[in-house]
């Protein structure tokens, strides 16, 4: 298959193109994707600035209702597109199916909350008045990474439609086939240029941040290219959003129900082959269970059967990309000569297969060192080490002794001694006994992380508001 532009709802073919292949047997193409040139980055930005005026215009009711079709394509196509995003991501089938419903969850929490949140508030005393009302910014440009295309995208295109905005998208070049797919048929309900698609890596990327015409980015990916983009954002002073990477940690409590605790941290952890930001990244184990803990977490992550996404019998698929592949492998390779306990778990289904693709086993590191590399950077793989700790205050201190701060987790039998860690913890987001979102987190819980892991926040009216500019109107008493 190919895939082009998307500008003005017409299907535009790139200045040039590249391959998409399969992460699990790398000989495989699943298809080829159109790259933008900086001419037609600035052709997207114009097209969705021409349809600024209409869509902001356009009552609130008619865009609500436009969501609302918009996340009925999202349900529909689902199941048939799961096949092609598990093809170019690496991801299992079921996951990317249950991606595609969870972003329709998504697209429809904003359409419910929308009208009231877009309210004017008006305020009068015998001085005067004032009517402090919400407006959308202009083109707003969606950025996102390859982990988890769909949903990361519904984040950002929802709330920014509902309030008006119009948007151009740049998916990640390591996933981009089944997005494109599904925002074609999206944008089809809406006038043209309200969605635009651009494909391509950072040269396109660079562009769509210095456009003039675009008046925030929002973007979800690494801390390195938020950096940039930020810069370059700087010279027209654009808003920016940033969703980044997280290295999470989970602290464990003495008194916590082990085997809870080991399947759903098995599952936080390498769910997705570990590639989500807010995947557990590091577990900090009490000195007094930390054995017992651990043959059990071992256990627990050794049943993972490793395979590709399309095999139903994988329960873990490939890594995405070869560079991230060889991060994950070359962080290894340096653990094991500092002299680190690393244990490799999971079946690997088909061992033959597994050389033509990117696959690693699910992988615990025992009695991490608490400084070293592999429990300070975020691996974004299959790999979880595992800290033993003598008392909760050095656990703590531990936790909070990194440059990130996403999620976190706290594991205990106590929701009282849970809470009272939680409280203390550097974090944009904390589970207690679940390593994950709910259905009512996600539609009322702010998203997103402190220091290094973000600016901002996505899903909730919070992040509705990061789609509106305020405009006060003033007026004398009447
Ligand atoms: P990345 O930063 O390499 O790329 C992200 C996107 O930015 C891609 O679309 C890429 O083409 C584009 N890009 C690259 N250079 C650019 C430039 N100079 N200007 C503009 N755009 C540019 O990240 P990745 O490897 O795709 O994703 C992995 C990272 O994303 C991890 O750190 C992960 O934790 C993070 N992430 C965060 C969240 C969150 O919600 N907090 C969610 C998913 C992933």
């Given amino acids: 298959m190919s895939v082009e532009l998307l500008i003005n709802n017409r299907e535009t073919p790139g200045a040039s193109y590249v391959e998409v292949r399969d992460p699990g047997r790398t000989e495989d193409r699943v298809g080829r994707v159109a790259q933008a040139s900086v001419v037609q980055v600035d052709d997207a930005a114009q097209a969705a ?16 209702e436009l969501l609302r079709a918009a996340a009925a394509v999202l349900d529909e196509e689902a199941p048939k597109i799961a096949e092609l995003m598990a093809l170019e991501s690496g991801m299992l089938m079921a996951t990317c199916q249950a991606e595609v419903e969870t972003a329709a969850h998504v697209v429809r929490d904003n359409a419910d909350m929308a009208a009231e949140f877009l309210q004017p508030r008006q305020f009068a005393d015998a001085n005067g008045w004032v009517s402090v009302e919400k407006r959308p910014f202009g083109v707003v440009a969606g950025i996102v990474s390859w982990n988890a295309p769909v949903i990361l995208t519904m ?42 698609v651009l494909h391509g890596g950072a040269d396109a990327g660079a562009a769509l941040t210095a456009h003039p015409l675009v008046r925030k980015v929002s973007f979800t990916g690494g801390g390195k290219v938020a950096g940039i983009i930020m810069r370059d954002a700087a010279a027209s002073m654009k808003d920016v959003q940033f969703e980044l990477g997280g290295n999470d940690p989970a602290i464990v409590l003495d008194d916590v129900d082990v085997e809870h605790a080991v399947t759903r941290i098995a599952i936080g952890a390498f769910r997705r082959a570990g590639q989500f930001c807010f995947a557990v990244k590091r577990v900090y184990v009490p000195e007094s269970i930390y054995d017992r803990f651990f043959d059990r977490l071992s256990a627990e992550v050794g049943k993972f059967r490793i395979g590709h996404p399309l ?21 290894l ?41 592999i429990v300070a950077v975020e691996q974004f793989g299959p ?14 201190r531990l936790a909070n002794d990194s440059e990130l701060g996403l999620g976190s987790s706290v594991w205990s039998a106590s929701r009282t001694r849970a809470l009272g860690i939680a409280r203390q913890l550097e974090a944009g987001m904390t589970f ?32 509705m508001a990061e789609y509106v500019e305020y405009h006060s109107i003033h007026g004398d008493a009447l």
């Fill in 49 to 64: 600035h021409a349809a600024l005026p209409g869509w902001a215009g356009t009552p609130i009711a008619q865009r609500v």
């Fill in 155 to 196: 984040r950002k295109l929802a709330p920014a439609l509902a309030c008006g905005n119009t948007l151009v998208i740049k998916p990640s070049p390591s996933a981009p086939l089944g997005l494109a797919v599904l925002l074609a048929k999206m944008a089809a309900l809406f006038p043209p240029g309200v969605i635009n």
């Fill in 311 to 331: 095999d139903p019998r994988s329960t873990m698929g490939p890594m995405n990309n070869r560079a991230q592949w060889t991060f994950v492998k070359d962080l």
């Fill in 333 to 373: 390779a340096r653990a094991r000569a500092e002299g680190a306990d690393i244990v490799e778990l999971g079946e690997l289904l088909d061992p033959q297969a597994t050389n033509e693709g990117y696959y690693l086993r699910p992988t615990l590191v025992r009695r991490a060192a608490p400084q070293s590399e």
């Fill in 383 to 396: 790999v979880l080490p595992v800290v033993a700790y003598q008392d909760e205050a050095q656990a703590v």
């Fill in 432 to 463: 207690i006994n679940q390593a994950g979102a709910s259905r009512v987190g996600q539609r009322h819980a702010p998203f997103g992380g402190v220091k290094q892991s973000g600016i901002g926040r996505e899903s909730s009216e919070v992040g």
